[in-house]
């Protein structure tokens, strides 16, 4: 092969190339029934945060949030797989509103598929930046 051939199959490949995201549950033989479900009060990391008027309630330090959920969004991906529906978020989450789900993932912009019974939500394009982020975040809370 010619250099020139060579370079283009480079950036083909270069261009081409995905990266693999393996799910940790398939990685670790972990089942999502074996995961507890919800989300994680930030500020004492219980397991109970609750959705009330808009906002994501702790019910045992009284800590709120609006976008608790994106988080356990993120936490959904890397333990179970890189997609989501509307009926998954609803019971990862502990969301009992078909309505309320589907707005926080609007909100999300996330990319997706198909339209309302058949809506997929797939993992986001910058995942891995938003999980580094987010380690960088708890680092800085360890630390201070």
């Not at 910058?126 to 380690?135: G, K, M, S, V």
Request: aromatic share 10%; glycine share 2%.
């Amino acid at each position: 092969m010619t250099n020139k051939e060579l370079k283009k199959i480079s950036k083909y490949l270069l261009k081409e190339h995905t990266p693999l995201f393996p799910t940790v549950s398939n990685s670790y033989r972990i089942l999502p029934s074996d995961l507890q479900k919800g989300i994680i009060c930030p500020s004492c990391l219980s397991l109970a945060m609750v959705r009330k008027n808009k906002v994501w309630l702790c019910p045992h330090c009284l800590f709120h949030a609006k976008n608790a959920h994106q988080n356990a969004l993120l936490d959904y991906f890397l333990l179970i797989k890189s997609s989501i529906t509307n009926k998954e978020f609803r019971d990862f989450l502990g969301i009992p509103s078909t309505k309320t789900a589907s707005n926080l993932l609007s909100t999300l912009k996330l990319p997706a598929s198909g339209t309302n019974k058949g809506r997929i939500y797939y993992r986001p394009n910058d995942y891995i930046n938003q999980l580094e982020h987010r380690y960088q975040l708890e680092k800085q809370k360890t630390k201070a």
